[in-house]
């Protein structure tokens, strides 16, 4: 069975910082999802990764994808307060079906 | 283009009492999801349409759960009855199939369950 962690759980930076968000999986999956999630909001796609190697920004954030080690990661620059909100990955587990993370709580203080 | 749309978006119900949830996915959207996400964890599946017919639902609580997707658009997802631990949101999102970006989801609101 598929199981997708992150780390850290919870994250609290100071604007202008740099940090990263790691994503782990268990077993050969080709396509990762990043996701947010706003207090009470439902969860917007931020990147799709396809491939090993793939690298998205967009920007203050870039996420990357290395199939062979099983992790995805979410790097974020310089980081603002309006980036706070909660990161979540998604790992394609069959045609179609989605596995997420347990989550990552993103608190950037000024 | 309109999005997922879900209703109703919040429901307090009593212990052993029923409820239903509706979800209309985008147009076209061949495979309808519904996730269950409890607080502070990440969504979890709990069926998974492609147009009429389930894909998967391994991990739908069928004693109390039940979901269907009539005509391969509109879908309810229905509980009864409900207990405390089924407070969550539920999600509902759609994917289109074949076609370009098949692959990703798209989430609509969801409806916020509180069961007392």
């Known amino acids: 069975e598929l199981k997708v962690e992150q780390n850290p759980l919870f994250l609290s930076m100071q604007e202008g910082k740099n940090y990263t968000i790691y994503c782990n999986y268990s077993t050969t999956s080709d396509r990762l999802y990043w996701y947010r999630q706003d207090p009470g909001k439902s969860l917007e796609s931020l990147f799709v990764l396809l491939s090993n190697g793939a690298v998205k920004q967009e920007g203050r954030l870039m996420a990357s994808l290395d199939t062979k080690a099983r992790l995805s990661t979410l790097h974020i620059t310089a980081a603002v307060h309006d980036l706070s909100a909660t990161y979540f990955c998604a790992v394609e587990s069959g045609t179609y079906k989605y596995i997420f993370g347990t989550g990552t709580r993103l608190k950037v203080l000024a | 283009e309109a999005g997922v749309a879900q209703s109703p978006r919040y429901k307090i119900i009593e212990k052993r009492q029923s409820v239903a949830f509706w979800c209309n996915p985008i147009s076209g959207h061949a495979t309808l999801y519904w996730y269950q996400q409890i607080l502070g964890q990440g969504p979890k599946l709990l069926i998974q349409f492609q147009n009429n017919g389930v894909v998967d639902d391994s991990q739908l609580p069928k004693d109390r759960f039940s979901a269907e997707r009539l005509k391969g658009v509109d879908s309810t997802l229905k509980i009864q009855p409900a207990k405390l631990e089924d407070s969550a949101v539920y999600l509902c999102?759609?994917?289109?199939?074949?076609?370009?970006?098949?692959?990703?989801?798209?989430f609509g609101p969801g409806t916020r369950l509180t069961v007392t």
């Open positions: 999102a759609s994917s289109p199939v074949g076609g370009y970006r098949s692959y990703e989801q798209y």
